[in-house]
């Protein structure tokens, strides 16, 4: 069984930071295209980072700079360095495999970013 779980989230203040994590289990994040989504109230679903099997790494144009997406194979863990956080980050971040027949999803982790 496939299990993805975010932590990390938080309430920040505008220009902190936070990293998150997504313990995996049930698979290999080696193995997967794994990726980063947030969600803010109202909004749809949307793409913030990926990172490919063989260590290829996308970003949302919007958070280059900011973001960086990183695993740790050993730990079958991946992580989200947030940085310079703005109020419009904030929302519920989720993590993401693609596996070849369905996307597995995390329950996310909320961010909240406010002075």
């Known amino acids: 069984q496939v299990r993805l779980v975010e932590s990390g989230g938080g309430l920040v203040q505008p220009g902190g930071s936070l990293r998150l994590s997504c313990a995996a289990s049930?698979?290999?994040?080696?193995?997967?295209?794994m990726g980063w989504y947030r969600q803010a109230p109202g909004k749809q679903r949307e793409l913030v980072a990926t990172i490919g099997r063989f260590g290829l790494i996308n970003y949302v144009d919007s958070l280059k700079g900011r973001f960086t997406i990183s695993r740790d194979n050993a730990k079958n863990t991946l992580y989200l360095q947030m940085n310079s956080l703005k109020p419009e980050d904030a929302a519920v971040y989720y993590c993401?495999?693609?596996?070849?027949?369905?996307?597995?999803w995390g329950q996310g982790t909320q961010v909240t970013v406010s002075s």
């Open positions: 049930g698979i290999g994040i080696s193995t997967f295209p």
């Open positions: 993401n495999a693609k596996g070849d027949t369905q996307d597995y």
